[in-house]
């Protein structure tokens, strides 16, 4: 068996592999509080599983923006010379598009969430965009290693599910005889 104080680089605990069933259960009588222990260790998993999904949802389509905002960045840090204006389209929402012309500008607008808004210098824009796109692609990184952690858990915590309760059948038909 496992040690039971294993777990991954975030904290996920291992779960532990039943080598041998006999000595595990020990008796009849175990069968079904180590079942019911069984179960509760698989709903726990999957928990965190669903957890993880959503927030690998929540990466996959932030990182998207993230890279938007921060290629308009770059062209504006990269025209910000020019006297000419930029004309542009832009998304007011997601069916209202606007055309504008932009004067060079030294400062940009970033939309930060929950109904904040900073004014930052470019380079520093490009900077902290740059930060963030980094920090979102090592989360989803992590993230999905963790989700491949965790079905492997849950297979594992499954197996041993199959095999006590195998047992238990196996064994019940040996004291009927």
Request: with cysteine; net charge negative; proline share 3%.
């Amino acid at each position: 068996m496992a040690d039971p104080l294993t777990t991954n680089p975030r904290g996920i605990p291992k779960a532990p592999f039943i080598d041998n069933v006999d000595q595990f259960v020990g008796s009849a009588e175990n069968v079904e509080s180590t079942l019911r222990k069984f179960q509760e260790m698989i709903a726990k998993y999957k928990t965190m599983e669903g957890h993880l999904a959503s927030r690998r949802r929540g990466l996959e389509s932030k990182i998207p923006e993230i890279k938007k905002t921060l290629d308009m960045v770059l062209y504006i840090i990269s025209r910000s010379d020019s006297d000419e204006p930029i004309t542009t389209e832009f998304e007011i929402n997601d069916t209202l598009w606007v055309n504008a012309k932009v004067e060079s500008t030294k400062t940009v607008c970033l939309w930060l969430g929950a109904n904040v808004m900073l004014e930052y210098e470019t380079g520093e824009a490009r900077d902290l965009l740059t930060e963030k796109l980094g920090t979102a692609k090592v989360s989803l990184s992590q993230v999905k290693e963790d989700l491949a952690f965790l079905k492997e858990q849950i297979t594992t915590m499954e197996v041993n599910f199959s095999r006590v309760h195998n047992w238990d059948v196996k064994t019940r038909k040996e004291l009927k005889k």
